[in-house]
Nanobody, 124 residues
């Protein structure tokens, strides 16, 4: 059974940092593009960042550009989301997802596999 397992969430003060990790199990995801999405209470799931299978290209939502960095280590079969300068509005459940598509990474329908999510809470 294929699973994506996120970790690294927690409670942090505004201005702080967290590094989220996504470690797939059950298969290797080195040929998949990987994305991070988030969902706050009462809101729809929104795109945060994505990285192509090789790591050569990255994409970010405007709201996190310059503060978040997505990266991957295919040897470790792990994807990371470094979150810096966190704001209370970044509070959400963060999900990682895997896609075999080569474009439209902001569209959650392009992703085949999803993790269960990790909670990030930023206090003011």
């Amino acid at each position: 059974q294929v699973q994506l397992v996120e970790s690294g969430g927690g409670l942090v003060q505004a201005g702080g940092s967290l590094r989220l990790s996504c470690a797939p199990s059950g298969r290797t995801f080195s040929s998949y593009a990987m994305g991070w999405f988030r969902q706050a209470p009462g809101l729809e799931r929104e795109f945060v960042a994505a990285i192509t299978w090789s790591g050569a290209n990255t994409y970010y939502a405007d709201s996190v550009k310059g503060r978040f960095t997505i990266s991957r280590d295919n040897a470790k079969n792990t994807v990371y989301l470094q979150t810096n300068s966190l704001k209370p509005e970044d509070t959400a459940i963060y999900y990682c997802a895997a896609s075999l598509y080569y474009n439209d990474y902001v569209n959650p329908k392009r992703y085949t596999y999803w993790g269960q999510g990790t909670q990030v809470t930023v206090s003011s």
